[in-house]
C-alpha cells in the first residue's frame, strides 16, 4: 500500500526531554511537510523540504528541528526549548501539482 | 502575508440538503487550490482539486473556482450526518507550500 506512516500514535514527554517523530513515506513524492494542530484550531507548519539534503523553515520552527537524509523520511525533534509542545503533529507529503496528502499524525502530551 | 479565510462556523444543514462552504484568498497569483475534509481527531483528507475557474464535479461534491472574485467553494448534495467534521480550504501559489484557512465545521442534522 502506497502512503504515509507516522510512529508512534501517542507520546508523551517529560520536562526538558528532547523527542522524536517519526514520519515515512512510500509515494516517491519529493516534498514534506510537518504541521502542528492546537485543539479547535488550524494548521501551523512547522518545517518543509522539496527535496533531499534541504528543508525550510515554517511558521513556527522555533524548538524544532529536521533532517531530510533520505527521500521517504522527514523526522521532527521537538526540543526542549519548545515550551509549550503538546499538540497534535502531522507529517504531509506531495508531488509536482502540490496536492498534500497527511499521514495519521502523532498525539504529543508534555506530562 | 497570504491569507485564507474561512467562516468557523459551525454550519448546520439537514441531512439531504446542499451544504455550501465558502473560502477567500488574497494572493492572486495562486494557482491550485483544494478542500479537506478533517474528521475530530484525525489527520485531514484530500476531497477536491481544482486549478481553473467554474465548476468540477465528484460525486456528491462540486468545487467552484472564481479567480477574478478570489473566491472557491465546495458544494454538497445530499449531505449525509457522515459529512459532519470540519473542511478545511488550503490554496497554492506555484512551488511553495499550501496555505490552509481554518476550516468551517458543518454539522449535518438527521
Known amino acids: 500500500d502506497g502512503g504515509i506512516t507516522q510512529s508512534p500514535k501517542y507520546l508523551f514527554r517529560k520536562e526538558g526531554q528532547n523527542v522524536t517523530l517519526s514520519c515515512e513515506q512510500n509515494?516517491?513524492?519529493?516534498?514534506m511537510y510537518w504541521y502542528r494542530q492546537d485543539p479547535g484550531q488550524g494548521l501551523r507548519l512547522i518545517y518543509y523540504?522539496?527535496?533531499?539534503?534541504?528543508?525550510q523553515k515554517g511558521d513556527i520552527a522555533e524548538g524544532y528541528s529536521v533532517s531530510r537524509e533520505k527521500k521517504e523520511s522527514f523526522p521532527l525533534t521537538v526540543t526542549s526549548a519548545q515550551k509549550n509542545p503538546t499538540a497534535f503533529y502531522l507529517c504531509?507529503?506531495?508531488?509536482?501539482?502540490?496536492?498534500?496528502?497527511f499521514g495519521p499524525g502523532t498525539r504529543l502530551t508534555v506530562l | 502575508q497570504k491569507e485564507v479565510e474561512q467562516n468557523s462556523g459551525p454550519l448546520s444543514v439537514p441531512e439531504g440538503a446542499i451544504a455550501s462552504l465558502n473560502c477567500t484568498y488574497s494572493?492572486?497569483?495562486?494557482?491550485?487550490f483544494f478542500w479537506y475534509r478533517q474528521y475530530s481527531g484525525k489527520s485531514p483528507e484530500l476531497i477536491m482539486s481544482?486549478?481553473?475557474?467554474g465548476d468540477k464535479e465528484d460525486g456528491r461534491f462540486t468545487a467552484q473556482l472564481n479567480k477574478a472574485s478570489q473566491y472557491v467553494s465546495l458544494l454538497i448534495r445530499d449531505s449525509q450526518p457522515s459529512d459532519s467534521a470540519t473542511y478545511l480550504c488550503?490554496?497554492?501559489?506555484?512551488?511553495?507550500?499550501?496555505?490552509f484557512g481554518k476550516g468551517t465545521r458543518l454539522s449535518v442534522i438527521a
Open positions: 509515494l516517491n513524492h519529493d516534498a
Open positions: 494572493d492572486r497569483g495562486s494557482q491550485s
Open positions: 523540504s522539496q527535496i533531499v539534503n534541504d528543508f
Open positions: 504531509a507529503s506531495s508531488d509536482w501539482n502540490n496536492e498534500q496528502f
Open positions: 488550503a490554496v497554492s501559489s506555484g512551488n511553495t507550500p499550501l496555505v
Open positions: 481544482i486549478y481553473s475557474n
